[in-house]
């Protein structure tokens, strides 16, 4: 008998698994004991930390605010093998994000989106590369018209393409969100690709449609486990391959589009911002760290294009489920729109001061909306003290704004849809500080003047030309559907010529 046979006789598996277990549960009880001082939080479970309590993560800002009632504004879980601060309400976030936001400027790895983009593009990287290529693509949004005028008459034509398509359902009940899904695509189209889709082309629909597929299943639990275990999930089949299989759909989409611009790109007379990149690229050709390079121009474009669609369409989609939702107010807007512009032309910027009721609207129906209730992640760069707390370097930190839109100390009626949020005793509009939905700090939103153009326009428009009602019999729901950033419920409604 050899000494390994010997040993294996003397050796049960039961005893080996059960040393196994003790060493791994040991293993992982240093590995997550919190350092000094650190903010508390629920006790979690071996291994998988409190994904049990997350497993519909779409609903985790809900969850958060239990923890926060018992944890206090700054409290700590154990996700993504990883722990992971969450700060609550608008003093502590503006604390964290804008007086020590030096801090907390950069973004985590989180391993299901580092296999998509790396830490490449704009909204996953980091430092030198990070200022560089925000800058160019503020520097180059500004440009083709971004926060000034210019943009204008581009947005106005697509409200002209919508109202046309809303008016060929002819007051019959209809699904608006593909509509104006691809409306608003097509605004971030023209600047980053240099035109427009019709809402007949198939493959377009078909891309937008993947791309909403693939913010359900970033909520799934499949996306959490890939988080948590990623070397695993990277080897086994499920539903985390047909996300990763979308966004190689949409890469490969964005890549063609380079591709057709570098054949013919023409230095003196750039169109958009494909063509400003590869522009640029020639300058910075000795400075590899700027990440001016058609790999990056790929994740830049990508994340314009995405975050560029994603957010503003479903902001629409929640304003028009308001408008059937509450009739009245709808009326009060039409009855604004038709007193400031009337009928004869189309609305203008320029008249939103003198539209507080319409701008207080917009405002309450992106505060209600809450549309990305957990804001984007951040990384502390230094170890930090937060009130009472020391937030170590390295530390996942996520400043939620449904804490912040939802927050008690702030508005009057947080759980009411009610525009006068945004209205003083005289009717005139009035800022909020803590209406925050574009977060703030050095990574606050990069589209926020786009997005606030573009609600505006579009909305103005569509009540200018149409009254929109539920169909007879139904109550809408204002119940939101899964996903990473939060959507209305599918609904119908019916746009009745004015
Ligand atoms: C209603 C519309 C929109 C909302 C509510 C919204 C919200 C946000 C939020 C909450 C962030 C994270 C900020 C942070 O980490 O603190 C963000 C980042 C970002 N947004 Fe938007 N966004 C909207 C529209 C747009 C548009 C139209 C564009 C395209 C031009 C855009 C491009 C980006 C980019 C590139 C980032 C990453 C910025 C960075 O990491 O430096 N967004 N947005």
Sequence with gaps: ????????????????????????????????????????????????????????????????????????????????????????????????YVNQGENFADRPSIPLFADIVGD?????????????QRRFALHTLRNFGLGKRSLEPSILQECRYLNEAFSNEQGKSFNPQWLINNAVSNII???????????????????????????????????????????????????????????????????????????????SDPR??????????????????????????????????????????TTLYWGLLYMIKYPEIQRKVQEEIDRVVGSSRQPSVADRENMPYTDAVIHETQRFGDII?????????????????????????MGTLN??????????????????????????????EAFLPFSMGKRVCLGEQLARMELFLFLTSLLQRFSFSAPDGVEPSLDAKAGSTQAPKPYRLCATSR
């Excluded at 913010?215 to 486990?225: G, H, P, T």
Aim: one cysteine or more; proline letters at 5%.
């Design 1 to 96: 008998m050899t000494v390994l046979a010997y040993l294996l006789e003397l050796i049960d598996i039961k005893s080996v698994l059960l040393f196994l277990s003790i060493f791994l549960l040991l293993f992982d009880y240093i590995k997550s004991k919190p350092p000094k001082d650190f903010p508390p939080g629920p006790r979690s479970l071996p291994f998988i930390g409190h994904l049990h309590h997350l497993r519909d993560f779409s609903k985790a800002h809900l969850q958060f605010a239990k923890f926060a009632e018992e944890y206090g504004q700054i409290f700590s879980i154990r996700l993504f093998g990883a722990r992971l601060v969450v700060l609550n309400g608008h003093k502590v976030v503006r604390e964290v």
């Design 120 to 132: 490449k593009g704009l909204v996953a990287s980091n430092g030198y590369a990070w200022k560089q």
């Design 189 to 267: 189209s023209v600047l980053v690709f240099g035109d427009r889709f019709e809402y007949t082309n198939d493959d377009f629909q078909s891309l937008l449609k993947n791309i909403n597929a693939a913010i359900i299943l970033e909520a799934d639990i499949w996306a959490q486990l890939y988080n948590m275990f990623p070397w695993l999930l990277r080897r086994v089949p499920g539903p985390h391959r047909k996300l990763l299989s979308i966004w190689d759909k949409v890469i490969t989409f964005v890549r063609g589009k380079i591709e057709d611009h570098q054949t013919d790109y023409d230095p």
């Design 272 to 313: 958009d911002y494909i063509d400003c990149f590869l522009g640029e690229m020639e300058k910075w050709k000795d400075d590899d760290a700027a990440g001016f390079n058609l790999e990056n121009l790929c994740y830049c474009t990508l994340d314009l294009f995405v975050a560029g669609t994603e957010t503003t369409y």
């Design 373 to 397: 209730p957990l804001n984007l992640a951040r990384i502390a760069s230094k170890d930090t003290q937060v009130g009472d707390y020391i937030i170590p370097k390295g530390t996942m930190v």
């Design 403 to 432: 804490s912040i839109l939802f927050d008690e100390m702030e508005w009057e009626t947080p759980y009411t849809f009610n525009p006068g949020h945004f209205l003083d005793a005289e009717g005139k509009f009035r800022r909020k």
